[in-house]
C-alpha cells in the first residue's frame, strides 16, 4: 500500500479516519465533515495517507533554538484491521521523511503509557522518551483551560 | 514582581533569558540577539516575563478537535537566584491565563522526570502527566531529523 501526501481531495478520507480514531478510543470528536473543513483550513499541517485506511497529521513551526522548523506529530493511526502488517510503520517513516523534506530538523510527540504497540514503532523508528540515550524519562504535562 | 507579556521592548530581555536557561542545562542556544531576532519573527508565540528574571514561551495552534486554539507551553525559566519563592508559580498561573483570554482550550509540555520542581509546578496549577486523573502516564517521545 503507497504512502502519500494528502491533497484537496484527500481529506475526506483524512477527516474519517480521524473521527474513527477518536471514537475508538472514546475521545470526544466533531463529525468526519468538520474535520475535513478545519484540515484544508490548517495553514501549518500535513497530512499523510497509507492507503485509505491510515493517517498521520503533522503540525510545523518556526523552530526557537535553531533556523529550521519543528515538528509535532500530532495523530497516528490505522484502522484495526489493517494493523500488524507494518503499515504504521510505513507511514511514520514517510512522515519523518516528509517532515525533513519540509525543513524540520526535530519532531516530537505524546503518547501514553498503555499505548504498548505505538511506543514500540517510535522506539523502532528511533524515537527516544529519554533524554539522550539513557537519561530521565520525559513526561507530557496537559490540562483542560 | 509583576507579570507582563512582553512587547518589542521585552525581546532582548526574553532572550537574554532563554539563552542563559539553556546555558545553564548544558543545551546548545545561539547568542541571545539571534534568539531575540526570532523571537520577533514568530507570529504564533506568546512571551511573558516576570520581573526580568522569568520568562515563559507559549506556541499557538489552530485545534484539529475544537474550534478553539490550543497552546504548548515550550519554555519556562527563572534566574536560578529568585528560585523558590513562588515566582514560577505566578509566572505559570499568568501564561494558562494568557492562554485562555488568547483562545485556548487546551495547554501541553514536555518535562523530564528528574525536573522535580518543575514538575511539581505543573501538578500544583492543575496540569496532569496521566490520561485522566489516574490513568496511565503519558511519554514524550521525540528525534532529531
Not at 16 to 43: I, Q, W
Not at 63 to 82: D, I, M
Not at 126 to 134: L, V
Request: aromatic share 8%; charged share 30%.
Amino acid at each position: 500500500m503507497r504512502t502519500r501526501l494528502a491533497d484537496a481531495d484527500d481529506f475526506d478520507i483524512a477527516a474519517a479516519l480521524l473521527h474513527d480514531f477518536n471514537v475508538e478510543f472514546d475521545e470526544p470528536t466533531p463529525d468526519a465533515a468538520t474535520l475535513a473543513r478545519r484540515l484544508r483550513g490548517l495553514s501549518d499541517a500535513a497530512v499523510l495517507l497509507i492507503g485509505d485506511v491510515g493517517v498521520v497529521v503533522l503540525r510545523f513551526q518556526p523552530a526557537l533554538w535553531t533556523e529550521n522548523l519543528e515538528c509535532y506529530l500530532a495523530e497516528l493511526y490505522v484502522r484495526p484491521a489493517e494493523r500488524g502488517r507494518g503499515l504504521g510503520e510505513a507511514l511514520l517513516r514517510a512522515a519523518l521523511d516528509h517532515a525533513r523534506a519540509a525543513g524540520a530538523d526535530y519532531v516530537h510527540l505524546g503518547t501514553s503509557e498503555d499505548d504498548v504497540a505505538a511506543r514500540h514503532l517510535y522506539e523502532k523508528v528511533g524515537m527516544r522518551r529519554t533524554e539522550g540515550d539513557s537519561g530521565p524519562l520525559m513526561f507530557v504535562y496537559e490540562c483542560e483551560l
